[in-house]
Structures are given as structure tokens and as C-alpha cells.
């Protein structure tokens, strides 16, 4: 029986912990090639050697998202050693709490940077290798793309920006007949560093009320896991999903359906 992965070769950004840390292994337990990319070089080649140890098969590199020289260096290491950029996934991101009265520029502009332009310089790099053999591009924005959140004005922004922009690429490829399917996905309120970095840095009072209305308003119960989105991403790299494109793929243990 073969692996839903085999013989692909995969990107993913942010991958050294978390989210992106979950899908890098989730896509090499079904086959792939994944390369694992962060800013911190530590991380990204500590998930790599897991992943080989696993007997998967995985390359770490250090990346600026936000570098657009960094990118097209990246992906044409990728092609010129393997044929083929087959997935990527658009996973780097940060969350830099502050209620719109209380957002400072620079914080705005750095959270756009990271959340937002990295996916647009990820999508435009990869369509350009893709659009002959094809492939899957998988950007990853959040619930808080679809619903507000008070205390994370500029990371709402960025990701309502991924989703939206996620269709408009997904639109493009299939005007022009490109084999390629783009997707968003979703997730809710995850376990991650992220989550747990946001709210440390939040003020004591607004840290215990933002944790007790979260698990409140999750029908499952409680926070997700990372290997959650790993899996919905799985399905997305898959030629299961094979007629999707411009989708929303929502993780998020019913957090929405109010």
C-alpha cells in the first residue's frame, strides 16, 4: 500500500516547532521529502534529525519569510536538487497581542510582514515552479481570519488577509490552467508556543479572562493539538483533495458554529 505522499517533495515554513513542526512530520510519515524551514536554524535542524531518526526523510534550512531573495534561493535548491516543488505550506507566523487603541505601527507592520507578505512570496515563487507539473500551496491563517478578536487587532488583519488572498490566488491558477490547488486553513484555539507566548504576554487580568472564554466557547472542550492541523493539511497535500481549490478548511472544535 503506498504512502498518500509518496515521492513529493514538500516545503514547509515555521517549521520548528508547533503547527509547522506537526505537518513537517505528519508529511514525512506518509512519504515526503519535507524540507523544514525557520528563522531559528537550532529548531528547524532538531525537527529534521527527528524526522530521519524516524526513518522519514527531511532537510533543514534557515529562512526569512519576509526575505524575498530568501525564497527564490530556497525553492530553487529544492528544484535544482529534486526535479519538482510538489506542497507547499505557508506556516510561519507570529502573534504580537494589542487591542487596535493599543497597537504601535512598527508591531502592525511587523506582524503584516511576517503573516501576511510571507505568504504572498511564498504563493508567487511556488506558482512559478508549479504551474507546468503542478502542486498544492496550503496557507495557513486562522479562525481569527473569519472572527474577531479584540486583543489581536493586527494578527486578525494578516490572517483575514491570508484567506481572502487564498482565493484569489486559487482563482488565478484556474483561469490560467494551472495544475495548481490552493487552500486556507483554519485552525482554532491550538496548543502551540504561539498560543502560549500570546497569552503570557498578556496582562494577568486579560490572560485568565481570555483562557476561561476560550474553553468556554469550544464545544469539543478544549484546545486542539498540533497533529490536528497536521492532518487537515495532509488531506489538502493529497491527491484525496483533489477537487478543492480556494477552500476553507476550519480546525477548530466547533469554536465557530456560534
Excluded at 507546468?132 to 474577531?148: F, T, V, W
Amino acid at each position: 500500500m503506498s504512502l498518500r505522499l509518496d515521492d513529493k517533495v514538500a516545503l514547509v515554513t515555521g517549521a520548528g516547532s508547533g503547527i509547522g513542526e506537526a505537518i513537517a512530520k505528519r508529511f514525512a510519515e506518509e512519504g515526503a521529502l519535507v524540507f523544514v524551514t525557520d528563522l531559528n536554524a537550532e529548531s528547524a535542524g532538531r525537527v529534521a534529525d527527528e524526522i530521519t531518526a524516524a526513518g522519514g526523510r527531511a532537510e533543514a534550512r534557515t529562512q526569512d519569510v519576509t526575505d524575498q531573495t530568501v525564497w527564490i534561493s530556497v525553492i530553487e535548491e529544492i528544484v535544482a536538487g529534486h526535479g519538482a516543488l510538489d506542497i507547499l505550506v505557508n506556516n510561519a507566523g507570529i502573534v504580537i497581542p494589542a487591542t487596535v487603541e493599543e497597537a504601535t505601527l512598527a508591531d502592525w507592520r511587523t506582524t503584516q510582514a511576517v503573516n501576511g507578505e510571507s505568504v504572498f512570496l511564498g504563493t508567487q515563487s511556488a506558482i512559478a515552479v508549479m504551474r507546468e507539473r503542478g502542486g498544492a500551496i496550503i496557507n495557513i491563517s486562522s479562525i481569527e481570519g473569519i472572527i474577531g478578536e479584540p486583543q489581536t487587532a493586527a494578527y486578525n488583519y494578516s490572517k483575514g488577509g491570508v484567506r481572502i488572498f487564498t482565493k484569489s490566488a486559487a482563482l488565478l491558477c484556474g483561469q490560467k490552467g494551472y495544475p495548481i490547488r490552493i487552500n486556507s486553513v483554519h485552525p482554532g484555539f491550538i496548543m502551540t508556543p504561539l498560543v502560549e507566548g500570546g497569552v503570557a504576554a498578556m496582562a494577568e487580568s486579560d490572560a485568565q479572562e481570555f483562557m476561561a472564554r476560550v474553553t468556554a466557547g469550544i464545544p469539543m472542550g478544549g484546545m486542539g493539538e498540533p497533529r490536528d492541523i497536521a492532518n487537515g493539511c495532509l488531506f489538502l497535500a493529497s491527491d484525496e483533495s483533489k477537487y478543492m481549490t480556494g477552500s476553507e478548511l476550519v480546525i477548530d472544535g466547533g469554536y465557530t458554529c456560534h
